[in-house]
């Protein structure tokens, strides 16, 4: 078997004209595999995915599903998450470089040297991280239910939480509890401003601005609604306004056209200069690759068993909260 970390998706190999849609579904019908899709996937890949979703529902997926395979299109992270969930299972991505700058930002040795400064305190580690991040924390949370594992610590404990400190600032906003935040941060969500925002809202009063708490709290303030992936596209479904300025990452536009094609959506202008603001790291998986993935069950996330073992604690904690 070819080392994952060595790897690379051979293009090439794919023949032409290759109808990729139809020998995907093959595929995964012949490897008993399941493909969940984060919803800052290409358009082309959530429609092919058996269950789209953020990381809260994709983790719920990952941890009942039946398949032999899994095949991950999302970041690094996700697909981690999947196997420390399924140690028997196969777990597969279509490009192992598929990052995330929160988890880039916070490497494990790190973040256990920093950790050094807050004995005593609970680790509350947002899903965003590495395995080694999570085996050092208390509970994992997503932006989805952060705010309820935050209030089910007991209020004399302290908390750090990390890697994600906007997220933290808005959660800790929400419970009343202060909190020591690790300095990290989304790379797409911090571009957008207060400024920009807010001239785009003077220009369009009618619409609605959602926005994902990894902005920053500026944005945040501005924002009618403030929520996960999954709760920015459910309020869209159950709102009755006709125009909504979307602060975050525009993969999830797709999932909104469709479940609301009579609204505008306007994607938050970001400070990079265009009108959307693109994860690099989600984008870099594409059907080819996929194809591929599947084809060779390659590149396949493995983990050492103590570290998972270690790791799925925290997410045991996690999914218990619901």
Request: glycine content about 4%.
């Amino acid at each position: 078997m070819v080392d994952s970390a060595l790897y690379i998706p051979d293009l090439d190999s794919i023949p032409a004209g290759l109808d990729l849609m139809a020998e995907i579904q093959r595929l995964k019908r012949d490897r008993k595999a399941v493909l969940l899709a984060h919803y800052y996937q290409e358009p082309e890949i959530q429609d092919l995915a058996d269950f789209v979703g953020d990381s809260l529902q994709l983790s719920q997926q990952a941890a009942k599903t039946d398949a032999e395979v899994i095949a991950f299109c999302g970041v690094h992270f996700m697909a981690e998450t999947a196997k420390i969930l399924n140690p028997g299972k196969r777990v597969v991505i279509p490009d192992m470089d598929a990052g995330c700058s929160l988890a880039d930002r916070c490497p494990a040795d790190q973040f256990a040297k920093w950790l050094e400064a807050y004995p005593g305190h609970e680790v509350v580690s947002y899903i965003n991280c590495s395995a080694g991040v999570k085996a050092l924390s208390t509970v994992i949370c997503t932006s989805s239910n952060a705010v309820r594992v935050v209030e089910s610590i007991p209020k004399e404990k302290p908390i750090v939480f990390a890697p994600d400190r906007h997220l933290g600032k808005w959660v800790s906003k929400q419970t009343g509890r202060d909190m020591v935040l690790f300095p990290g941060f989304c790379i797409v969500h911090e571009q957008f401003t207060q400024r920009r925002v807010a001239a785009l809202k003077a220009q369009r009063p009618d619409a609605l601005v959602i926005a994902h708490p990894e902005c920053v709290e500026q944005v945040s303030s501005l924002a009618d609604f403030v929520g996960s992936t999954a709760a920015l596209l459910r309020f869209v479904k159950e709102r009755p306004e006709k125009a909504f300025i979307v602060a975050t990452e525009a993969g999830i536009l797709h999932q909104m056209r469709k479940a609301r094609p009579d609204a505008e959506l306007i994607p938050a202008p970001a400070d990079s200069g265009c009108n959307c603001s693109l994860c690099p790291y989600m984008k870099l998986n594409n059907l080819e690759k996929l194809y591929l993935a599947l084809r060779d069950l390659q590149p396949e996330i493995t983990l050492d068993e103590t570290l998972r073992t270690r790791a799925l604690q925290p997410l045991e904690r996690m999914l218990a909260l619901g």
